[in-house]
């Protein structure tokens, strides 16, 4: 008996491993270990992986093989890293700046082919059609260094951003030019060969950012509770796309970037969704792309003779060469100082993904041989390395720049003090007022949200309070999910409003978020008396909200700002909140003002580096401020600045704006802002 349980334990443990759950443990060991044990002596978590993977690939203690279970995950893995490259890509960053992330594009694909069809065909003797494919492989890159931006918390950099997007440039025109190739040996680049290409490519694209979106915008709208088959569906979508880009003639990644970029607006960088997105990416899917990677990679090649040994060497010095060319040309063309030109090249210098895609393909058509696919092999793993550990250094010494550079501006103070709270008076509005405030929140900011009930104090106040703190515990759960501290407090009062006056001052918070009050009576004309003694009692930044529909069905945010509004005290805070609002949802901003509030919001623009389209509209009519109604849509987000009585920018067209906002949008999404004040009346220069 014992024998046979020997017998049985030790075919279990027989190399390589084929118990499914075995192989599972492993691999989660793999991940969990590695980086740990690799940090201590400096070595990124990123190669450890690979390492790892050579390790136990095939090609060293042969524990596990490349098998279709193995190839399956890593080709999410392959396919998650380029969508999470596409939704975490600032698209107000990326189009203002287009025009670089082109010409990175330009100078990653044609300096790399340049340099490699001479060395291919005239120094390692190959043909023209194979020098070709391979210099074309040389122009690809595989973000395999991307997930390094986002531990350091720089993956909206400009240099990162150019990258990404020339990233996407270089490995489509690489494939496209695959998919001639095959093409023109399999039957020839007749015209219904390149009728075919251009035709699935339009279909495709159409379908992406045509389709995608208003299916996504309505699912999210419709099953707005429903977390879980939020997740779901953005993996179907991820999944259903890059297939459709099979089908259309290029690589499958091709597809899951153009996933993100279709996806990127409907999904808040701060939500819970892409919390869920990156954690999951993070811990599973991406750690096992690497390993895969490393299970390729065959060292033995460099004992097969010396030409293997100088294929592989060339191979690899070309590779590297082009790439750091094209982030130095790029760096002077564009005036990036050292540290962004090195991102840049640690990003790019990474082959793995699409050099794969275009080696394998043309070793298995017999247009390349085996020491181009074993030279291929050591290459990968030769600039995955180099790319980690480039662009880590990079990403710490930008870090380093920015806060040696930077200012402490009065805005940027106030964003890292920020206390938010939000009060409580309708349970219905809960998990839309909490994403708003969670969205506003700035993650420098050490305090929590402070999520606040008041009850009458009364003869059921214990009760009502008990009822309270276990009704709050929803927004715990909604938080955790954000990665967000939320600090929940039930108090009691004799007045509502007295109590969250008490409260915001107890807690030193600057920014008080209440929703729109349910109904208007003769008490409540303006926006209700709750609400009315809170502006009287407190001095902090007040936002009354309601959202007629989730954030993410928005299109526009329309500020309308009074004449003098820079000069409030609050000015600086709440302006940089709605920016913040903007840049997570992707949205344009529209600014209804005069010419001196202009050159105020502008400069608070600049200083808070908000990148998302800033337009403005001159606006001097006051005393007919509901002329603006035909300038407005449905789905825009209306933001009024308002302003308390003996206020500076106080004026009698302020008390008609909650009744007016009632009665004329009653379907619009809008907030009322009324700024800070300081009882020494105090004023605030921004300039």
Known sequence: METSFFEHLAHEFKTPLTNPVLVFSLILFIILLAPLLLSRIKVPGIIGLIICGVLIGPHGLNFLTRNSAVELFSTIGLLYIMFIA??????????????????????????????????????????????????????????????????????????????????????????????????????????????????????????????????????????????????IFV????FFSAFLAEVAGVEPIIGAFVAGLALNPLIPHSS?????????????????????????????????GPTALIVAFTL????????????????????????????????????????????????????????????????????????????????????????????????????????????????????????????????????????????PNNTEAEQNLAKAKKELEATVKIAAAHETDVQVMATIDYNIAQGIARISREIMADSIIVSWPKRATILERYIG????????????????????????????????????????????VWLSKIFKLAVELSLPVGCYCNHKTREAISYIASQTSAGMPLEFFNFTNWEDLWSLTQNFQSQ????????????????????????KLKKDFPD????????????????YDVY
């Not at 696919?373 to 990403?395: K, M, P, Q, R, W």
């Not at 902090?540 to 009074?562: A, Y």
């Not at 009585?645 to 004026?651: H, L, P, V």
């Open 529 to 572: 008396d709750k609400t009315e003694t809170i502006l009287n009692k407190t001095n902090k930044n007040i936002f009354i909200c309601h959202f007629e529909t989730p954030l993410i069905s928005q299109k526009r945010i329309r500020i309308i700002g009074l004449p003098l509004a820079e000069l409030e005290v609050g000015f600086p």
């Open 316 to 455: 690899t010095i070309v590779a590297i060469s082009g790439k750091w060319l094209a982030a130095f040309f790029t760096q002077l063309v564009c005036r990036y100082n050292k540290s962004q030109r090195n991102l840049i090249f640690g990003l790019s210098s990474a082959h793995a993904a699409a050099t794969l895609a275009v080696i394998l393909v043309g070793f298995n058509a017999k247009i390349l041989d085996e020491n181009i696919l074993n030279g291929t092999i050591i290459l990968i793993l030769a600039t995955c390395v180099i790319s980690s550990f480039v662009s880590e250094s990079a990403a710490k010494q930008t870090i380093v720049e920015a806060e040696e550079g930077s200012l402490v501006m009065p805005v940027q103070e106030n964003l890292r003090t920020e206390h938010l709270l939000l009060p409580i008076t309708n349970l219905t509005t809960l998990e839309r007022m909490l994403e708003f405030t969670l969205l506003l929140k700035d993650k420098s900011s050490p305090h929590p949200i402070t999520v606040l009930s008041v009850v």
């Open 272 to 304: 819970a969704l892409m919390n869920r997105i990156e954690f999951i990416g993070n811990a599973i899917f991406i750690p096992f792309f690497l390993i895969s990677v490393g299970m390729l990679v065959n060292v033995r090649v460099i004992m097969n």
């Open 86 to 231: 596409g939704l975490e890509l600032d698209l107000n960053e990326f189009k203002k700046n287009k025009y670089k992330s082109l010409l990175f594009g330009f100078f990653t694909f044609i300096i790399p082919l340049a340099i490699g069809f001479p060395v291919c065909h005239y120094i390692l003797q190959y043909n023209a059609t194979a020098s070709f494919l391979t210099a074309s492989m040389f122009a690809t890159h595989t973000l395999v260094a991307y997930p390094i931006m986002g531990k350091y918390g720089i993956s909206k950099n400009q240099a990162v951003a150019i990258t990404v997007g020339g990233t996407i440039l270089t490995d489509t025109a690489v494939l496209v030019i695959l998919a001639v190739i095959m093409g023109s040996k399999q039957g020839g680049l007749t015209e219904a060969f390149w009728i075919r290409l251009a035709s699935s490519l339009a279909i495709f694209s159409a379908i992406m950012f045509l389709v995608i979106p208003r299916v996504a915008k309505w699912f999210f709208s419709k099953l707005e509770s429903e977390k879980t088959s939020h997740y």
């Open 636 to 659: 825009d987000l209306l933001v009024f600045a308002a302003a308390r009585k003996e206020s500076i920018s106080y004026r009698k067209v302020v008390d008609t704006i909650p009744n």
């Open 235 to 238: 993996l179907s979508v991820v």
């Open 668 to 683: 619009f999404s809008k907030i009322i802002i009324y700024p800070e004040r300081h009882d020494s009346n105090q004023i």
